[in-house]
Structures are given as structure tokens and as C-alpha cells.
């Protein structure tokens, strides 16, 4: 990390007026975001065609086609099917450091309700069953703004020296896309990356990117349990074991591993999302399948909820003098901890070219995400947050009747294309630039 804010000003007012790597003659204070603004028309156009044609993880074929003929395009060597689906391209420029910037491919199964011009109608199989699929995540505002990056350092590219190591990864939605790269490998194959940027959609206004030195996101487990008992009539329950009375009561139980053996200054979730059992109301099952998620920060309040879970699920089918369940508890992310100096070079970038107020502090997110994987690869890192919501929809869903803001993963989830992709890219541009050698 070796640019100064006064250094990285300078580098940020100095473009090519007609070709790369011809100084302009003149400083311009906007360089970037007036080069941003140039290609923004082309940018939208792609985040409109990835937005209207989703597809699901380990299956964006197409997704990754369309990133990899951009990728060639720009000049960059282009590796396809790194981890299945995912896309690698490296553009070397000199001596110095390289640096990963990692966007997502894929989408969620799910029907999205925007009613945007370009709203997804897309649909595939998911679990055996047909399903809308949409990116109500922000993928592809992350792609736009990947290849919008890529467009911009290449155009300073007279401004620094080193390798740019962009991947795209599939399968983030399933927490195993990161793991699928590196198991086909992404770091022996290719470099492994001096440092790791990544940005996510928020639904904080846009124009403000949020940062935090530390865990910014959770880690995250899935909750899997079967709890077993003896079927039987509903109207003689005495001569059954119900399954049914031992989830329900586990459901409960579990909620005082959180309420009354976690500390109430750390942070711990454990949400069940599915129950599975029986099939007539005058039946007792024989089993009922309960699914669902354990969040937390720390990996010593992780290890406690999971102790926790199963000693209630083991102790409540007991009570109820059933079979010993079935628990899966398996991991699936760890938190993203991001590197203080990382950070601190980065948001110095950031604010020389958003200005502070829009560059803030953020709290720790709940949700979850496998570029964590790559942290945990040791790989110094920054994961950051773009605001994608106007202004005036938050400031009304803050007054007495104003209704919510649309957040990640909800069928209304629509994010404000222009500025959020702008932001997006003058931000990422502005961390990869403090992180290369001048």
C-alpha cells in the first residue's frame, strides 16, 4: 500500500486526452468521473441485459460468456470454467503487486416484482422444480461495476504498475463458489493476489459507499435436523411418539441459547426457515425435518450457538422420550474480516474522489458471504458496501407510516442504476489504484 491521498489526487486528475498512456496536458480535478461517464451508456446497457437474463449457481454459462468477451476485449488474458463457471482475467502492466478484484455470477431462485422495464421473467430448475430466478441480490450491478473498474485502470493505466487479477465467481447465493475456484486452482494456476477488493450493493442511499475495518460480515451455518418419533392416529396421540411436539418445543428452547447463554453484547442469530413434516391432519409422523441459519461475528460465540443447538435438539427429543435426531450444523462462510491498513489506504482513495461525507463507517451486516474464503486464504482484503437506493424513498420510510425500504434478497429489490454503478466503479477504482504500485 504505498500511495499517498496527495499522490493518488494527482494520479486521479491525470487521463489520457486521446489514447492510453498519454499524460493530458492538463489536470482535470473529475478525470475519472468524467471517463466514467463516457462509458456509463455501454455499462448500463450490459447491467440491463445481466439483470433481465439471471441465472442460477454453477449454471451462468452465459453470464460468464458475456464477462469474458468484455474482459477480451479490454485486452485482458481470459481463463473460462476456473471452478466450473467462474471467469479469470489478468492484465499485466509492469512490476508490482497484483490485485483481485471478485464480482458474483450467479442469481437467486426466486420471482422478482419491480415491475422494471427490464425485469427478470427468467425461470430453471432448482431442487428438482421449476422456479423464477432474478438478481435480487445486486450481482449484476456488481458485474457492471466490475467491468466499468476494468475499463477505468486501463485507461491510467500509465499511472501504475503491477497485475490485475479480475475474477468472476460462481455460486455465491450456495456459499460454495469461492471454495470451487480455489479447489481448481485458482491460486497455483494463476497468482495468488498481493491484495482482495470486492464491494456489495446496499440499500443505503446511493452515492455513499460504507467500510469497516474488521468483520463486516457474519459467519454463517446451516441448521439441518430431523427429529424422529413414532407415527400414529391423531386421535390416540398416547400411543405415538409426535415428532411434531419435539420440534415445536425445539423451536422454542433453542431461541434461550441465544436469549440467556450468549453474552447480549455479541451477536448471535438462529432463524428456522423450514419445517417439513406430515401429510394429513389426523396423522402423527414418523419424522419432521426442521432447516435454517446460525449467524455470528465472532468464531467463539459461532462455536457456542452450535453447542447450544445441539445440546437442546439431543436434551428435547429425550424429553419426549424419542429417537436421538439427525443434526447437521455444517459450516458454510466464515466472517469477512477486512485488513485495517487495507482499509485505511483505500478510504483515504475513496474520499479524495467521493469526498468524506459519502465515504462512512458502517456497522457489521448480518448476512453472509463467501468471499470470506479468500480472506481466509490469507489475502489482505476490503469488502465494502455501495449504497443503490434514492434518497427520498429512505427519508419517507423514516416518516410514522413510511413503508420500508426494499432490501437484498426481497422480490422489490431495485436498485437506482445511475449513480450506483458510477459509485460503484469511482470507489472500486480508487482502492485497487491505492493498493498498486505508482
Request: contains cysteine.
Amino acid at each position: 500500500m504505498r500511495l499517498t491521498a496527495k499522490v493518488l489526487t494527482l494520479a486521479f486528475t491525470i487521463l489520457t486526452s486521446t489514447s492510453m498512456g498519454v499524460a493530458a496536458a492538463t489536470p482535470e480535478p473529475n478525470a475519472i468521473q468524467n471517463y466514467i461517464n463516457q462509458i456509463y451508456p455501454q455499462v448500463e446497457a450490459l447491467y440491463h441485459d445481466l439483470h433481465a437474463n439471471p441465472e442460477l449457481g454453477f449454471e451462468e454459462v452465459n453470464t460468464a460468456a458475456k464477462l469474458a468477451e468484455q474482459m477480451r476485449a479490454l485486452g485482458f488474458e481470459v481463463t473460462e470454467n476456473v471452478g466450473k463457471t467462474g471467469v479469470v482475467a489478468l492484465y499485466k502492466n509492469g512490476k508490482g503487486p497484483t490485485i483481485m478484484v471478485r464480482t458474483e455470477l450467479d442469481a437467486l431462485p426466486m420471482e422478482e416484482k419491480t415491475d422494471l422495464a427490464y425485469a427478470s421473467k427468467a425461470k430453471a430448475q432448482y431442487d428438482g422444480v421449476e422456479t423464477f430466478v432474478a438478481h435480487s441480490c445486486g450481482h449484476d450491478l456488481h458485474m457492471a461495476a466490475w467491468v466499468g473498474t476494468a475499463q477505468t485502470l486501463l485507461k491510467l493505466k500509465d499511472q501504475w504498475q503491477g497485475t490485475l487479477m479480475f475474477i468472476a465467481q460462481p455460486a455465491e447465493e450456495i456459499g460454495t463458489g469461492a471454495q470451487a475456484m480455489i479447489d481448481d486452482g485458482l491460486f497455483t494456476r494463476f497468482a495468488k493476489p498481493d491484495f482482495a477488493f470486492a464491494l456489495h450493493t446496499d440499500p443505503m442511499a446511493y452515492g455513499k459507499i460504507g467500510y469497516r475495518a474488521g468483520p463486516i460480515t457474519s459467519a454463517s451455518n446451516d441448521l439441518d435436523i430431523t427429529f424422529f418419533g413414532r407415527g400414529g392416529h391423531g386421535s390416540a396421540p398416547h400411543k405415538a411418539i409426535d415428532p411434531i411436539i419435539v420440534a415445536a418445543n425445539f423451536i422454542t428452547n433453542v431461541q434461550n441459547v441465544v436469549s440467556r447463554q450468549k453474552a447480549p453484547s455479541e451477536f448471535g442469530v438462529v432463524t428456522i426457515g423450514s419445517i417439513q413434516g406430515g401429510s394429513a391432519g389426523n396423522i402423527i409422523p414418523d419424522s419432521v425435518r426442521l432447516q435454517g441459519t446460525i449467524r455470528s461475528y465472532e468464531p467463539e460465540v459461532r462455536d457456542q450457538l452450535l453447542t447450544g443447538i445441539r445440546r437442546t435438539a439431543l436434551a428435547t427429543a429425550e424429553m419426549a422420550a424419542a429417537p436421538t435426531p439427525e443434526i447437521s450444523l455444517e459450516g458454510s462462510t466464515s466472517a469477512i474480516t477486512n485488513d485495517a491498513k487495507v482499509v485505511e489506504q483505500a478510504v483515504q482513495a475513496m474520499k479524495v474522489q467521493l469526498g468524506d461525507a459519502n465515504v462512512v463507517e458502517v456497522p457489521p451486516i448480518t448476512a453472509s458471504e463467501d468471499f470470506s474464503v479468500f480472506v481466509d486464504a490469507g489475502i489482505p482484503s476490503m469488502f465494502f458496501l455501495v449504497g443503490v437506493t434514492d434518497p427520498k424513498l429512505i427519508a419517507a420510510a423514516n416518516t410514522a407510516n413510511g413503508k420500508p425500504v426494499p432490501f437484498n434478497h426481497s422480490p422489490f429489490f431495485a436498485p437506482v442504476p445511475e449513480p450506483s454503478i458510477k459509485t460503484g466503479v469511482q470507489a472500486m477504482t480508487a482502492a485497487v489504484l491505492s493498493a498498486l504500485k505508482p
